[in-house]
């Protein structure tokens, strides 16, 4: 049946003598995007034979990103075979925006020669390739890792929440914030949650917690086609009910070990219920990864000119690489009414709500840092996270604390500083 360009192809297994198919891949609902009629007559016959349960939807033609996005949501699809041979331009552009209309697609890129660089796909957001002539073999392997990656390719069933720490600059307290946060969801209800630091060069949740492993994200990220249960289980560190995956010792180990980060925060989606990422900074392609994937992404700065000036530029950073600006929280942390910009001009300034304050709580979060715990529920920066993460969790729809919302006398001084991105 023929509608629009698009084919709906219903896949029979035919009486091949081939591999077994793949175990637990019944929850597999597949695109192939191919203008190219011999691709797609190669290919359907070994999906059939790995996926015999799976329904495939056939694209003769690139489709605009609307279509796109509809043919998606009309057909549940968690993986996409996608040819970049018949026309490389629009068929690498479709692979980022298949991530922007569902961050869990598979993106399996298919090609014909080996004159593109696999590297620079993985970077992009591909998940696996495969190398025309297709062969049965080559076909099993590559669904076969995506199986164990995605047991059932489960994707789009899977409820867990990732949240992106992110700091504005250096020194603006994020990494605590996230490390605090990453146990308040556990108090809300949450089982199974994971703190992960994918700081490659500053990583700093090992000294919060006092923790240390011979293992870290980088590790993790190395080992992406085998991540299993047993694997991760060795890479992350237990902590008082929250899993740690901490970064690498040594910084010279995360400059050379950064890639692509999907496989590991996919994989992270598949384990636990509410994942908290910690990362080291706005820019740079492993970090826009981060921003891309993830949920929901607090921005954290203070209210001093210079953390401000930088929060703007990263808003701007994060617009022109198409990251979501509608998932992007500002949080305010050490916030003091005595020192630096009022609520109102932050947000005058940033032409963006604040989404939470912290205020200064210096004595508790220095008591704690140097004992190594979390910082104390009843003081006011425990206070205060525990209603950001729950107006994040839903429980409370309350706006943030109206701390600094009187003006002050700075008057125009920040119209000189700060310019509309």
């Known amino acids: 049946m023929k509608k629009f360009g698009f084919t709906q192809t219903s896949v029979s297994n035919e009486n091949m003598r081939q591999p077994e198919p793949i175990k637990r891949a019944g929850g597999w609902r597949a695109l192939l995007i191919s203008p190219s009629r011999s691709m797609r007559a190669e290919l359907l016959p070994l999906v059939a034979q790995q996926l015999p349960l799976a329904p495939v939807f056939e694209l003769e033609s690139y489709p605009s990103r609307a279509a796109l996005a509809e043919t998606v949501a009309d057909q549940a699809a968690n993986l996409c ?4 041979t018949s026309d490389p331009e629009r068929g690498l552009s479709l692979i980022a925006d298949l991530l922007d209309v569902d961050r869990s697609m598979q993106v399996v890129v298919l090609m014909s020669g080996k004159d593109l660089d696999l590297l620079h796909l993985l970077r992009m957001g591909a998940s696996e390739f495969l190398l025309s002539p297709f062969s049965p073999d080559q076909v099993q392997a590559t669904l076969g890792r995506l199986a164990k990656l995605n047991p059932g390719g489960a994707g789009r069933v899977n409820q867990s929440k990732v949240y992106c720490v992110m700091p504005a600059k250096g020194a603006c307290g994020a990494s605590t914030v996230a490390c605090n946060l990453a146990y308040q969801w556990k108090r809300i209800g949450s089982k199974r949650n994971l ?18 492993s011979n293992y870290s994200f980088v590790d993790a990220v190395s080992q992406t086609i085998s991540l299993d249960a047993d694997v991760w289980h060795a890479l992350v560190t237990p902590n008082n009910g929250v899993d740690v995956l901490l970064s690498p010792e040594n910084p010279v180990d995360g400059l050379h070990g ?12 598949q384990s636990y219920d509410t994942i908290t990422l910690d990362a ?7 970090n826009l990864t981060l921003a891309r994937l993830c949920d929901e992404l607090l921005l954290v700065a203070t209210n001093e000119l210079p953390a401000l000036q930088a929060a703007q530029r990263v808003m701007a950073y994060l617009d022109r690489n198409r990251v979501d600006r509608s998932k992007i929280r500002l949080v305010v942390n050490r916030y003091s009414r005595d020192v630096g910009l009022s609520r109102e001009m932050i947000e005058t300034a940033l032409h963006s709500e604040i989404y939470h304050v912290i205020p200064s709580d210096y004595d508790a979060v220095q008591k704690s840092l140097i004992e190594g715990r979390l910082i104390p529920a009843n003081s006011a920066f425990g206070k205060s996270l525990s ?20 003006g002050d006398g700075f008057g125009g001084l920040f119209s000189k500083l700060f310019r509309r991105s």
């Open 280 to 286: 080291g900074g706005a820019y740079g392609e492993w």
């Open 387 to 406: 209603a950001m993460a729950d107006r994040l969790a839903g429980l409370e729809d309350s706006p943030a604390s109206a701390n600094g919302r009187k």
């Open 195 to 212: 703190l992960a630091d994918l700081d490659p060069l500053t990583g700093s949740q090992g000294f919060l917690l006092k923790l240390k």
């Open 258 to 269: 950064t890639q692509d980060a999907t496989t590991l925060v996919e994989f992270s989606r």
């Open 81 to 84: 075979f996608l040819d970049v």
